[in-house]
């Protein structure tokens, strides 16, 4: 099965910069991490999760922002590590949550929607103090 694992995440000042890596293993039938399209979300103490970022299987140029943070994050990917990266720019207090990546079943499209995801890393704290 899939496994996720989020690393990088710390405390920062506010105008600060993180990145996050989501280092992905236990894949079959000869796929890898490039057959996936991979999204970041984050939950906040009291808050539902919501999703920050996605970038598609199918064109690894193609990358999806909340409105909330686009111009400051950028999602990539180095498919010869399995690894899917969120630069986070000019971190503000309001981005402090538990940062998740997660891949959709294959084949499907980036999607906005915890549900439509099905496998999780187990997270990790990113705080911002003002």
């Known amino acids: 099965e899939v496994q996720l694992v989020e690393s990088g995440g710390g405390l920062v000042q506010a105008g600060g910069s993180l990145r996050l890596s989501c280092a992905a293993s236990?894949?079959?039938?000869?796929?890898?991490?490039?057959?996936?399209?991979i999204g970041w979300f984050r939950q906040a103490p009291g808050k539902e999760r919501e999703w920050v970022s996605c970038?598609?299987?199918?064109?690894?140029?193609?990358?999806y922002y909340d409105h909330s943070v686009e111009g400051r994050f950028t999602i990539s990917s180095d498919g010869a590590k399995n690894t899917v990266y969120l630069q986070m720019n000019n971190l503000k207090p309001e981005d402090t949550a538990v940062y998740y990546c997660?891949?959709?079943?294959?084949?499907?499209?980036?999607?906005?929607?915890?549900?439509?995801?099905?496998?999780w890393g187990q997270g990790i704290q990113v705080t911002v103090s003002s």
């Open positions: 997660a891949a959709p079943p294959i084949d499907s499209d980036c999607s906005w929607s915890a549900p439509d995801y099905h496998y």
């Open positions: 236990g894949f079959t039938d000869g796929h890898d991490m490039d057959d996936y399209d």
């Open positions: 970038i598609s299987a199918s064109d690894r140029s193609e990358t």
